[in-house]
């Protein structure tokens, strides 16, 4: 197209006015066709001079971008950005205008009228006219039905894995079945004989004995279904990208002032990037609030140990401590106190459903806490010696938009 162009250029004053007729004609139909596509596009595309000012924007763009309610793309007097209706998306579009980046790529959640959870990715790549850079290109790409997929696999990955736990269950419940089973027939053997006897009752050894048993392994039986229960029901979570980091710290300055009046130091190191996940950021607080209660509870029962001991001598400043990483296409959060610690059978039992060592405890909490960093399709793990303190592990997948970002921010700092 540019070489047809040239050409007509170098001749244009040897054309008649009706062969400029002919070849302008041509031209109107060619871009219309490439207007057609570009506007046809289900990828937003957005064009902006070296201002941030919009040269191009096609629907999908305008349809996939949280745009302020009024906003006419026609306005071109400021940057585009200023026009967007989101704090995060808003910051990426300055930061790459301002520092000249491009060659980026990022992914958001926004929210459509309806209260749905969208996710779009934009790129931001170098506009080029003659080998010189004058403006940038933006692509929208909306990627929802990609993470919801990736959700959906992951779940069911989760349910394959729950054929071996129901092959265990059906194991666990033939054992008390058998019991009652077995006793029952005893049962009904010693009244059978004594209503052909004398019609007495059965001694008490024959009843309430064999009863007990029968209500021992029922309730022996409602136990191990109502963890069976606990362990397949699958989280109710509302995924969206959640900067980790940003929610680390509010979580911090919410525990701070109880821990504070407790005496209790906490050391915070949170790693420089601050990587988005696919999280629901409410579940994942549930879990923080849940490792630094328990954190507390370990610090106190250590500290009050050794006031009672009046070992004062050996009391040693309560201290929680959370720290965050990047390694590995993987963040990784280690959450720790100094507090009583835990036996190797407690550690190795933490996560059960039911489980517990407080005397008013549920024994969900950190099944709970387990259950949702698996819907993350993360890990989380425990590392303990009595007396010493506790430390959680928390890793959980860096999205593979942000990998590319945290990359490109590396490298940018090393030069």
Not at 229 to 234: E, T
Not at 262 to 286: A, Q, S, V
Not at 387 to 401: C, R, Y
């Amino acid at each position: 197209m540019q070489d047809f162009s040239n050409r007509v250029y170098e001749k244009l004053s040897k054309l008649s006015p009706s062969q400029i007729e002919v070849i302008f004609n041509g031209l109107r139909t060619k871009n219309e066709m490439f207007e057609s596509i570009f506007q046809s596009l289900s990828t937003g595309l957005l064009c902006v001079d070296r201002g941030w000012k919009i040269l191009h924007i096609n629907k999908a763009a305008e349809r996939l971008l949280p745009f302020k309610t009024g906003f006419d793309t026609e306005n071109n007097e400021k940057q585009f950005y200023t026009f967007i209706d989101d704090d995060e998306i808003t910051a990426f579009f300055k930061d790459c205008h301002i520092n000249n980046k491009t060659n980026l790529s990022d992914e958001y959640t926004i929210q459509t009228s309806g209260g749905t959870i969208r996710f779009i990715e934009i790129s931001v790549t170098p506009l080029l006219e003659d080998n010189e850079i004058t403006g940038s290109i933006i692509l929208i790409d909306d990627v929802t039905q990609k993470r919801n997929q990736e959700v959906l696999l992951h779940r069911m990955e989760t349910m394959a894995g729950l054929t071996n736990i129901a092959a265990s269950v059906a194991h666990e419940i033939k054992n008390p079945l058998g019991a009652i089973s077995i006793h029952i027939q005893l049962l009904q053997k010693a009244i059978k004989k004594k209503r052909q006897g004398d019609g007495k009752l059965p001694e008490p050894k024959f009843t309430e004995n064999y009863l007990d048993v029968v209500n021992q392994e029922i309730d022996r039986l409602n136990k191990i279904v109502v963890d069976f229960l606990m362990a397949v029901r699958p989280v109710a979570a509302n995924f969206a990208l959640v900067k980790v980091n940003s929610l680390l710290t509010e979580f911090i300055n919410f525990i701070k002032p109880e821990f504070s009046d407790k005496k209790i130091e906490i050391e915070e190191d949170l790693c420089k990037e601050d990587p988005k996940l696919l999280i629901d950021e409410k579940l994942f607080r549930e879990v923080l609030v849940n490792l630094a209660q328990n954190s507390l509870a370990a610090i106190e029962e250590k500290f009050n140990s050794n006031i009672k001991s009046n070992s004062f001598c050996e009391l040693v400043k309560g201290k929680f401590a959370v720290s965050s990483s990047v390694k590995d296409d993987r963040f990784i959060l280690k959450i720790s106190d100094n507090g009583s610690g835990m036996s190797e059978e407690v550690q190795a039992r933490v996560f059960e459903p039911y489980y517990t060592t407080k005397a008013n405890g549920t024994g969900l909490g950190m099944a709970m806490s387990y259950k949702i960093i698996k819907e993350f399709n993360g890990d989380i793990s425990v590392t303990s010696a009595q007396g010493k303190g506790t430390e959680f592990k928390i890793i959980i997948p860096v999205p593979q938009t942000q990998n590319k970002l945290l990359t490109h921010n590396n490298a940018q700092g090393e030069k």
